[in-house]
């Protein structure tokens, strides 16, 4: 299994007790929807490992893991190690919710400007994410936020927006 196939899930923080259990942070929208699980890929050196794990309470953003087949020295060794989890296990989303990486190739329609390109990433800044779109060598970035997405297109691999007044000419003067 490669990242290319996974979603990041979040990350192992910081040692908990001394029985060799650790936290999970996890950085998804929904964490409860995680209560479940039993298993997911570890990255060690750069590549995925699968780990077995019992999950205690999900607090936030939290929950406290034992592994199952690790002493507790081999589990307090992967703190700091980023957990994945297979695309296909992801929730399908509907509407004009969408996945991040989902997204990238998606040709933008703005209501002014029409087309202005694709969608080449999704930068993923504190305050909020922005899609790096190409048109014609040229980089313009827009805001992820729903007052700008109009609909999600995704038969026709299209998202039309309503950009905030003026940001499009920003980038297109020359």
Request: proline letters at 6%.
């Amino acid at each position: 299994m490669t990242k290319d196939e996974c979603y990041r899930l979040g990350k192992i923080t910081k040692p908990f007790g001394v029985k060799g259990q650790v936290v999970f942070f996890l950085d998804v929208d929904s964490p409860e929807e995680y209560a479940e699980l039993d298993s997911a890929f570890v990255e060690i050196k750069n590549n995925l490992v699968p780990h077995f794990f019992s999950l205690g309470n999900i607090n936030g953003n939290k929950a406290i893991a034992t592994f199952e087949e690790l002493a507790p020295e081999e589990a307090l060794a992967l703190v700091g190690c980023d957990l994945y989890l297979p695309l296909d296990l992801l929730p399908k989303l509907t509407g004009n919710q969408f996945y991040f990486h989902e997204v990238t190739g998606f040709t933008v329609i703005d209501e002014t400007y029409g087309d202005i390109g694709h969608i080449e990433s999704i930068l993923e800044y504190p305050a909020q994410p922005l899609f790096q779109i190409m048109k014609d060598g040229t980089e313009i970035l827009i805001p992820i936020i729903d007052p700008v997405i109009k609909k999600v297109d995704r038969e026709q691999r299209t998202i039309f927006i309503d950009a905030p007044n003026g940001l499009i000419e920003l980038y297109l003067q020359s």
